[in-house]
């Protein structure tokens, strides 16, 4: 009976295995690396096969391999193919595991799903096939995958990234086009990879692909991957062909306008609302009309990406009606709405998450997510958003999409970046302006009543405009006003043991400012040693290091976002007692920003005050060990203690 049972159980084996490929069984019984305990998977092979019919119709198959290494690895078990239902499908996604033991599973229909890519999608034409072997996997495991979709896409153009963050043994993107057909390619983040060519097919490989740690401040990975973008070319004279190509971004921008222009038109109810919003300055109008449009719910509207529906707009007085749309159906909107009013506006494409995404040597819609506007500036109007334009004149960038930013200004994110002001002349593509650090002002004024025990009762005004702002009025709207409370206490607390807020007020005018006047105890702010001496901190709330520079280690460069700092506080000493000892005046310029510190003694009083400035720039690792050693100097000059004593 147990030779029976054997067998049977090596048949059943034999059978399972029968089932799994032998690429995949090769790439699991390959030998294993060794890696650092952080990386959590190993990516065995990353591949794409990209078949090009002559109407342009497109089979791709993917195929993967990923060995898992911990078990925070098991979540990387998983694969996603996306389709638009009404131009493509997914034909086939088929999965398979080999456990560490060497047993294969081939996985079945009860793990795969089928889901709208994003949960707020009004229409949901935009879809996943998922397949997650993440809850059958365990450390050692492989997970393959292999998956085909068929599509006929309006673009020409295809890009693959080599990698994410994990490494990569072999990553390799392959293109088989019809006879008489052109393929070019550009690299990104990497020296230009030649692809070989064999007939009509195109292949790029890349081997042996370190992990990419995470490391706070650093680029993000779009900036760091490499990535190989390509663009196709039918025969010249072809007219049976659905892709369009795109030889130039004034060729981008055209097509773009295309889709813009049809969608402007204004009905009665728009046009009276523009009417309501006639009165005051050019500036103020344009920035009443931004409200308008920003406080049109955002959904995702994603239908019929690939034939180029994606990016056209929905009607201006529909989105008006319906009150809700998505990026580029806010920023049509307003820019119907600045029609009306005898304004003149364009669409910019531009790419949100990264401002290094986007690359000037490949014109392709596909390096946008987003969609914003540009303005044409009213005269004398001035602000970190504009940008004077050989073409277009003085132009204000505005998005829409970002409730809480005023107009003249921009997510933070979104400043020097590339992106493409679209007009059927053919637009150009263009740099957001990119301002010095006083955009990102915060100003705070504090008055400190200290005890003889070492504590203290203050007054903190702070005044921020920028990102500052933004980010401020983001969270005090979003949450009820004693939660606001709440936590802007637990951040005094966090570094005033025992801070207590007594009195909170927030000035939330909409305006560029948001001010909040806080009063504040905290019954340790100061040490007392014998009760002779009483030594306090010459800032009430320290600016701690950036994260970024709390390790001595570093692998990636670091990205300085810009700020301006000023405080300045006032010391109000107890009675019986004098400085015995001032922190010593600081004054630190170098290329990562300007520190200048003081302190100052007056009859019964010391006033403090601080001005640090740090300018946007990307720097590559090698200057790490200076930012680190500036930023620590900094550090320790804004913390630095006033000994004070008793007469």
Same mark, same amino acid.
């Given at each position: ?66 060995? =898992? ?52 999608? =009004? ?96 680029? +993000? ?27 130039t971004w004034a060729e981008v921008a055209r097509w ?47 239908? +019929?990406?690939?034939?180029?529906? +994606? ?38 494409? =531009? ?28 005269? +004398? ?73 070492g504590g203290m009762k203050a007054t903190v005004r ?116 004098? =400085? ?68």
């Amino acid at each position: 009976m147990r030779t029976l049972s054997l067998w049977l159980a090596c048949a059943a084996l034999a059978s399972a295995a029968d089932d799994v490929p032998g690429w995949v069984r090769e790439l699991a019984t390959a030998k294993q690396e060794s890696f650092d305990k952080t990386v959590a998977a190993h990516v065995l092979l990353a591949e794409e096969l990209v078949e090009v019919g002559p109407d342009g119709k497109t089979i791709s198959t993917r195929r993967g391999a990923i060995r =898992v290494l911990t078990r925070e690895g098991r979540s990387e078990a998983i694969v996603r193919s996306v389709y638009v239902s009404d131009h493509s499908k997914v034909r086939d996604i088929r999965g398979w595991i080999v456990h560490p033991s060497g047993e294969p599973k081939k996985l079945g229909k009860s793990e795969i799903a089928d889901a709208a890519l994003v949960d707020n999608d =009004v229409y949901n034409e935009v879809r996943q096939r998922v397949l997650s072997a993440s809850g059958l996997v365990d450390a050692g495991a492989v997970f393959a995958y292999e998956t085909i979709v068929e599509e006929r896409s309006v673009f020409s153009q295809r890009d693959f990234d080599f990698q994410d963050n994990l490494p990569a043994r072999l990553a390799r993107f392959s293109i088989t086009v019809p006879a008489g057909w052109r393929a070019e390619s550009v690299t990104f983040n990497h020296a230009p990879l030649a692809a070989a060519v064999s007939g009509g097919t195109h292949t790029w490989e890349m081997r042996n692909l370190p992990a990419i740690p995470r490391e706070d401040q650093s680029p +993000g990975l779009s900036a760091l991957v490499p990535r190989v973008a390509v663009s196709l070319y039918p025969p010249e004279g072809a007219t049976d062909v659905s892709m369009v190509p795109f030889r130039t971004w004034a060729e981008v921008a055209r097509w773009l306008s295309t889709l813009n222009e049809t969608q402007l038109a204004a009905d009665a109810a728009l046009t009276a609302k523009v009417q309501l919003l006639s009165t005051g300055s050019a500036a103020d109008r344009m920035a009443a009309m931004g409200k308008v449009a920003q406080q049109i719910r955002y959904v995702s509207i994603q239908t +019929g990406t690939g034939r180029g529906g +994606g990016y056209k707009p929905h009607a201006a007085a529909d989105v008006f009606a319906k009150q809700y749309g998505d990026c580029k159906d806010k920023a049509n909107l307003m820019r119907a709405m600045l029609k009306v009013a005898g304004f003149e506006s364009w669409p910019v494409s =531009v790419y949100s998450g990264s401002p290094w995404r986007v690359r000037p040597e490949w014109p392709s819609p596909q390096q946008f997510n987003h969609a914003i506007l540009a303005v044409r500036a009213p005269d +004398g109007f001035d602000s970190p958003a504009v940008l004077a334009h050989p073409q277009f004149g003085r132009i204000v960038f505005f998005d829409p999409t970002a409730d809480h930013v005023s107009f003249g200004h921009l997510p933070s994110y979104l400043y020097g970046s590339y992106g493409l002001l679209v007009a059927s002349s053919g637009g150009d593509l263009v740099k957001l302006p990119e301002p010095g650090p006083q955009t990102n002002r915060e100003v705070r004024t504090v008055k400190v009543e200290l005890t003889a025990e070492g504590g203290m009762k203050a007054t903190v005004r702070d005044s921020d405009t920028g990102s500052p702002a933004f980010s401020s009025r983001s969270s005090f709207r979003s949450l009820p006003e004693a939660e606001f409370r709440k936590a802007l206490e637990r951040v005094f607390a966090s570094r005033l043991s025992g801070a207590s807020i007594t009195q909170f007020r927030a000035e939330d005018s909409g305006a560029d400012a948001f001010l909040t006047d806080i009063e504040l105890t905290a019954p340790a702010f100061g040490k007392s040693m014998q009760g002779k001496l009483l030594m306090v901190p010459s800032t009430v709330l320290p600016r701690g290091t950036p994260s970024a520079f709390l390790t001595s280690n570093r692998t990636l460069p670091f990205v300085l976002a810009p700020q301006a700092y000023e405080e300045t506080t006032e010391f109000v000493l107890p009675s019986g007692f004098a =400085v015995d000892e001032m922190p010593e005046a600081v004054k630190q310029e170098s290329e990562f920003g300007k520190l200048t510190s003081e302190c100052k003694e007056h009859p019964g009083r010391v006033v403090c005050t601080t001005n640090f400035n740090v300018p946007r720039a990307r720097h590559g690792v090698e200057k790490f060990a200076a930012a680190r050693e500036f930023f620590g100097l900094a550090g320790g000059a804004m913390s630095a203690p006033i000994v004070l004593i008793r007469k």
